[in-house]
């Protein structure tokens, strides 16, 4: 079973995150939750700018100078160790070296001494006036003096609604969606330029090619697109896939992000299934408004058995030319639109039988259904000797000519499966009429298969023939 398992792994073509670290999302609104006194705003002269931006590249520069050397000393251990164990490169205990940088990956539980100080300072701060709120290390002493007098049993008692309340604070810190752009830009720059440091880091541990590109969503934001590539391969590919540079990929996904395009995403295939959809439900609202009970699901395949038969519903107007079947099974946009709108406008709709009119209908049917077939004559070319027995003969009278039944106008009232059927309309059955009576393909086919039994030699097909008053199901009115 292990060893199942484990080749399953192997088979997979990018591995699965668990679902906990997918899990990353509140409901929660995002509030203030941090008060400070108003910092004083001096504005700076064009000179004073031009000096403080002198000075950030001078300790930008600095810094990275001091960077360097200080990965130098790293290498410089790096040989060190090489010398002293020599069982691997020097390029392998230099990525030894630099395993310390990692994300946090686990949070402290919630100290229940910090939920009862959160708690204190916000019911003193409350009944201070605006302008004189006090810090926690202000209150500190005078709270702390509170909660070392309390025993353990009253500290979690006090403090066991008060975990909820930070854990909720927490969850509102770490994913509630920011309100003010200029916090969002913060947010973002700060986190990219971490998430930037750890990209680097990884790579120069275990040499994983990473391809990062970040950009706003609304118009309202400040981010400008960001890219972070490991090296030169990331770029390289960029231009080989897209034929442009991976910056322009980014402008490009950017405004794709702010446009709001919604005819890629929306295309033909989606709205035909939006419009399959809208007009399956409209269809079954309507079977139930009429049916006054509760009905599942509209059932299209053997609709008498199912629909007919048991709630005496049959259906009028279905649009000509179009399959009875379910929305989802037809295959144009035309068809499913004319379907639609002749169900909405009413053109299309169910009807409820009376009482007597759907006792006439279920005795037709019985009748129908229990009346035995006949094979019609064997065609010209057939052998003379292989003709049935029971064959009518030439001088018989017959019902009708041979001629296929037409699509039932709007008006008509049909059930199941006899709408869009072309079944034959013209025999005898054993040498006497068929009673007046729905006969629907399914009783079609039974008979044929009947058929086929009792003339199982070398006789050509033969055909079975119902009169036209049997393709339509059309009940008596009363």
Known sequence: MSKKKSQHKKDLPVERHKSASRKLKTSLTRKRW????SKPVYRLTNIQKAQLQVARKQ????LNEALAEARARIWDEAKQLRER?????????????????RLTKTTCKVNRWNAFLHAEVKRINEGLEPGHRKKATELMSDISHRWNRMSVDEQQTVTNPLVDEVEALREMKKLSTRNVPIEAFGDASHSLMQLEKEIHNLHARTSTEIVLIAVRSTLDAYLRPFTITTSQRGEDFIRIA??????ALAMQYEAYCVS?????????VQDLLELKKKTAAIITQKLRDTAKTKISRM??????????????????????????????????WNEVKVLYHAWESGTAKFRLMSIAEW???????????NAPPVIDSPSDDAPSGDAPTDAPSDDEPRASGDVTSDVPSDGAALSGQAINQQIPTACSVDDHQVPNAPVSPTDALMSTRQCRSRNSTKS???????PRSHCLSTPAHT
Do not use: M
Request: net charge positive; glycine share 10%.
């Open 59 to 62: 300790r930008k520069k600095d």
């Open 260 to 268: 709001g395009v919604k005819g890629v995403v929306n295309n033909y």
């Open 34 to 37: 941090r008060t400070g006194k």
């Open 299 to 332: 059932i299209y395949t053997n609709f008498d058995d199912a629909i007919t038969d048991k709630h005496g519903v049959v259906i009028e107007g279905w649009p000509p030319g179009i399959k009875f079947c379910s929305p989802s099974d037809i295959k144009t």
């Open 359 to 369: 006792k006439v209908w279920s005795d037709n049917r019985f009748d129908a259904l």
């Open 242 to 247: 897209t034929n442009g540079e991976l910056s």
């Open 85 to 101: 164990f020599g069982s691997h490169t020097e390029q392998y205990y230099y990525e030894q070296l630099l395993q310390t940088g």
């Open 460 to 466: 050509k097909t033969s055909r079975v023939k119902f």
